[in-house]
């Protein structure tokens, strides 16, 4: 993968991983927030992964 190609990722996933962290999080249901907190967790990990990878 080349790096802008990376780059382009990391930027789409940064983009919706804050729209995830800015969900008013008061009206969820236990199921939404669980659903909310592992999509960030997995927003979180492809980012560090493909930082990784690009400065390898």
Known sequence: MK???TQK???K???E???YQN???S???????L???NKIIQFKERIKNLR???HA
């Open 3 to 5: 790096d802008y190609e």
């Open 35 to 37: 659903m909310v907190d």
């Open 23 to 25: 969900l008013s999080r």
């Open 13 to 15: 996933y940064v983009v």
């Open 27 to 33: 009206m969820m249901t236990m199921d939404e927030l």
């Open 52 to 54: 990784s990878v690009s």
């Open 17 to 19: 991983l804050e729209k």
């Open 9 to 11: 990722l990391i930027d």
